[in-house]
């Protein structure tokens, strides 16, 4: 565990606390009689939760990955992956959150109201990409197997003889 860092802690965590949210009532219409609420899953269109789905899965992998591979190929992949996917992801998140669905029940924006899993979910879904860029970007510089000791220098090769009157171009 002693290898898992800031950025891969924060994608792991993101990204369980985003699967969870989503399993959770996102949209509340309270002036519905009765009273129509959706899950995240629901909510958010079939599209936007795979993507979510997705990027939570590699943001959990990333976490997993750092902890048990001792090469650090996959982990750097992963985090890519999840700064690229998640980035997308949260763009998605942010138009179709700014654009309240209705519930599916022809209501206006002024009738649905966002509850607090959606403003945690959303939360996650910003943290997650982050997390992966941090994790790309520390490049362990202080860990002992990252010691970089430079090469003794080179000597100065001895100057070649000169066999002539010593001018040079004659």
Known sequence: MRRLRLGEALAGISAIVLIVM???????????????????????????????????????????????????????????????????????????????????????AAQVTLRWPGYVGFAAATLLPLGGLQAIR?????????????PPPRPIPEPAADSGSGTAGS
């Open 22 to 108: 989503l399993f959770l009532p996102w949209y509340d219409a309270p002036t519905l009689a009765s009273g129509a609420r959706t899950g995240g899953w629901g909510a958010l269109g079939v599209w936007i939760s795979v993507l979510l789905a997705i990027t939570a899965a590699i943001g959990v992998g990333l976490a997993v990955t750092t902890v048990v591979r001792r090469s650090p190929a996959v982990p750097v992949a992963l985090g890519v992956l999840t700064w690229v996917l998640g980035s997308i992801a949260w763009i998605v998140l942010v138009i179709r959150l700014s654009h309240e669905p209705g519930l599916g029940l022809d209501l206006d």
């Open 138 to 150: 520390d490049e362990r510089r202080d860990a002992p197997e990252s010691a970089y000791t430079p």
